[in-house]
């Protein structure tokens, strides 16, 4: 961390918020008398809250206790397959009455920080795969509340911290716009692209069938069956995701088992 403005200091998360991990769901609580609605690690995306898939378990008055949400507590995802996604955070606000949250999740409660200013440095930190680095495990990184409690954060006086938030506002919201009109403009570039080759390709001769005039073949289809198989080769093959608006993205290219003959049929020139 670079060094600080004066009356700024260092401290973990534990020193200025309590970091608790949510209940674990089991099949036990499928069902039963206090059913309530929770947060999941699906519900917290990079933009925010996703609240329009919300699950509910059996809680005991006493874990409802624990476990319910406060307006301002930043929830955290907790773990991942991809370390990228590790650490994301967003603010709940009391959208949802007694509304608790599983254990795919982290609360960071504080008195001392203010929740936007909490979310915007962890969200900064897990942008730049910071969080990531900090969790543990193969296959699924987990954070952990004993890994987050831990880690460190710049504290700032009340004020700055409150101009800080603002700055962040205005500069995410001048991105969103960005980003509104890129899409925009995307729209009107597949519109204009569509209308010049419907002008390009009209004909007032006569129309015949495509495979009068060209060799069409459909794709290999991919399944559990090719793996495993002896005469099976790895070919590179092409995707959906591969064909773009008049041209081919050839950056991720997949490999996957397939028979000669097959090969042979999809090659140029197969009859």
Known sequence: MTQLPRRWVVATLADVAGVRLGRQRSPKNHSGPNMRPY???????WA??????????????DEVVTYRLAPGDVVVAEASGSRSEVGKPAIWRGEIDDCCFQN????VRSSILSPEYIRYYLLGEALRGRLGDAARG????????AGLSVYPIPVAPAAEQERIVVASDEQFSRLDDAERLLRS???????????????????????????????????????????????????????????????????????DPCPAREGEDAAPGAR
């Open 39 to 45: 947060l999941r690690a699906a519900n917290v995306t």
């Open 185 to 255: 403009a995307r729209q009107r570039l597949a519109l204009l692209r569509a209308t010049v080759l419907d002008a390009v390709t009209r004909s007032e001769g006569d129309s015949i069938p495509l495979g009068e005039i060209a060799n069409v073949v459909g794709g290999v289809t991919k399944d559990s069956k090719r793996q495993g198989v002896p005469s099976h080769v790895e070919v590179p093959y092409l995707r959906v995701a591969n064909v773009q608006r008049g041209f081919l993205d050839l950056r991720q290219i997949t490999n």
């Open 104 to 107: 795919t999740l982290l609360r």
């Open 138 to 145: 193969v296959g699924i990184h987990h954070l952990g509340a």
């Open 48 to 61: 925010g809250l996703d609240l329009t898939d919300i699950k509910e378990m059996n809680f005991s008055e």
